[in-house]
């Protein structure tokens, strides 16, 4: 998998940090858009060990939604677990109109002396959410509530 591509973008939300990630493959994006949320939390994101595994199962009818649905679950284990997750490995396919992900997840718990923190990401929120397919892969936009 080719390195994550994301960046920020000002002036979008007052309350919010909105970015675009992109890439190659559907896999390649929702790892960019996955790094650039857990990046919005921790300054250092090589700074996190993977010590701690989660796998992570989704079905959604919408690919844009997987997205989503991807993105909250991160948010899931941050608020409920303090866990802070890269995805290591995952695969999207389709089946019977439906659009699995399969993912792996690794990561530590919440260190304040060890992570620099950010901001906390309260939601992915559906204002402006988008994926597309474009003419060399695939772009998301992503508007997080912190």
Do not use: C
Not at 15 to 27: R, Y
Not at 34 to 52: F, G, K, R, Y
């Amino acid at each position: 998998m080719s390195s994550s591509a994301y960046r920020y973008l000002d002036d979008v939300a007052t309350a919010d940090i909105a970015f675009e990630a992109e890439g190659d493959s559907l896999e390649e994006v929702f790892v960019a858009a996955a790094e650039a949320t857990m990046n919005v939390m921790i300054e250092d994101l090589s700074a996190l060990s993977p010590s701690q595994g989660r796998t992570i199962d989704l079905e959604n009818t919408e690919l844009d939604m997987l997205l989503f649905d991807l993105l909250q679950e991160l948010i899931y284990y941050k608020d409920a677990e303090q866990l802070l997750l890269r995805i290591t490995d995952i695969s999207v396919a389709e089946r019977e109109g439906a659009y699995l992900l399969r993912a792996r997840a690794a990561g530590e718990k919440l260190d304040l002396h060890r992570h620099e923190q950010r901001v906390d990401v309260k939601a992915v929120t559906l204002h402006r959410f988008s994926l597309k397919r474009t003419g060399d892969g695939w772009k998301a936009f992503v508007i997080l509530d912190v």
